[in-house]
């Protein structure tokens, strides 16, 4: 797990880019994750349905949850996907959680990576309705869940990323 540093301007930067999709709450948390990893990777968002971004020939999806609280290892992240889509074009999921304290955004902690195919066949399937066990949540959508502590860390670099 890594905290990463934001530059000034970050939420705004994330806000713009959510509005132009919308406006939402949930595409504002999304735009501000996909945001923080395309800084880090020295990278950018594309527009894609099923991917973030492209780094070297990978594409790459974000996955992002809002938390009050500093990620622990047993928290769960998550992949919100309709079955039909279960085999998409990315190949990798990273995964950020950003902090609030006091409803104000905090921090950008990046949990983790897998490669998609690994994580939709390790991940535990918990469907629309349903309780999850490990936190008591209730699905409002068909997910994959997974212990941040099972995540591989992001150790690639953009070079790395194109020959891998």
Partial sequence: MTELYV???????????AEKRGGRELDLT???GQLAVADYLDTHVVDDK???M????KHISVKTKRRSTAPRPYYDVSVT???SEVCGPEDYFIF??????NREFDKVHMLGMMESQKYLSEASFVASGA???NNNF???IDMYNMPISKLDEVTFSVREMGTA
């Fill in 7 to 17: 530059e000034e301007g970050f939420v705004e930067r994330a806000e713009k880019m």
């Fill in 30 to 32: 999304g735009c501000m």
């Fill in 50 to 52: 099923h991917y973030d």
């Fill in 54 to 57: 492209v780094v070297g020939d």
């Fill in 81 to 83: 996907i309709a079955r």
């Fill in 96 to 101: 950020i959680s950003l902090q609030y304290t």
């Fill in 131 to 133: 309780v999850d066990e």
């Fill in 138 to 140: 209730r699905a409002y």
